[in-house]
Structures are given as structure tokens and as C-alpha cells.
């Protein structure tokens, strides 16, 4: 079993910066592909940005080039940094595991944080 929790969240200017963290603990973090997903009220919950065991990453189309996921496996921990946030990306963010591999859509994992607050003000 893979205790996930989230840090990092809060109330930002829109265009500033926000690196959430996500700690694991409970099994192998090596092992486990880890995502992080993001919902808005009245949304569904949409994938961010994830990143393999190998440290491969694959990221959401409307965050490319502002957003970066990373991983410390010593440490148990995976990152989100986010830069140029917008309005528009004001939700509960979410880390996950799964293994192995990443997937897409939510379903496809298997252990979940509780969420952390992301407010961008405009």
C-alpha cells in the first residue's frame, strides 16, 4: 500500500510560480510511474504531467513548456513545478502511482493523494 501526499499548493499572482511536491511512502517509489492530475469545480479530472520510473515524462498540451515533473527516488518524492501560471489553472492537484508505466486518464492509477489547492488570482 502507497501513502501519497501533496504539498506546495496556494494563492498565486497569475504569471508566478508554484513547485508542488508529492511524498510517498508505504513501498518501492522506484518502481511506481507517477502522475499528477489537476480538478477544477465542475470539471473532471484531467492529467497534468507524468513521469515514468525511467524518468520518461509526457505532459499535457496546455502546460507544455510551463510545467515540468520530476522525481528524486532517494528522497521518495516526485515534483511539479509550475511557471507562468495562468488563471485558467486554478484546481485541486492530485499525485498518483501506478505500476508500471503512466496512463493518461485517472483510472489508470492506483494509489491518490489528497489534494493540494492551486488559486491563481488574475
Known amino acids: 500500500q502507497v501513502q501519497l501526499v501533496e504539498s506546495g499548493g496556494g494563492l498565486v499572482q497569475a504569471g508566478g510560480s508554484l513547485r508542488l511536491s508529492c511524498a510517498a511512502s508505504g513501498g518501492t517509489f522506484s518502481r511506481y510511474g507517477m502522475g499528477w492530475f489537476r480538478q477544477a469545480p465542475g470539471k473532471q479530472r484531467e492529467l497534468v504531467a507524468a513521469?515514468?520510473?525511467?524518468?520518461?515524462?509526457n505532459y499535457a498540451d496546455s502546460v507544455k513548456g510551463r510545467v515540468f515533473i520530476s522525481r528524486d527516488n532517494a528522497k521518495n518524492t516526485v515534483f511539479l513545478q509550475m511557471n507562468m501560471l495562468k488563471p485558467e489553472d486554478t484546481a485541486v492537484y492530485y499525485c498518483?502511482?501506478?505500476?508500471?508505466?503512466?496512463?493518461?486518464?485517472?483510472?489508470?492509477?492506483?494509489?491518490w493523494g489528497q489534494g493540494t489547492q492551486v488559486t491563481v488570482a488574475s
Open positions: 513521469i515514468t520510473s525511467s524518468g520518461t515524462t
Open positions: 498518483a502511482a501506478r505500476a508500471p508505466g503512466i496512463r493518461a486518464t485517472p483510472g489508470g492509477y492506483d494509489y
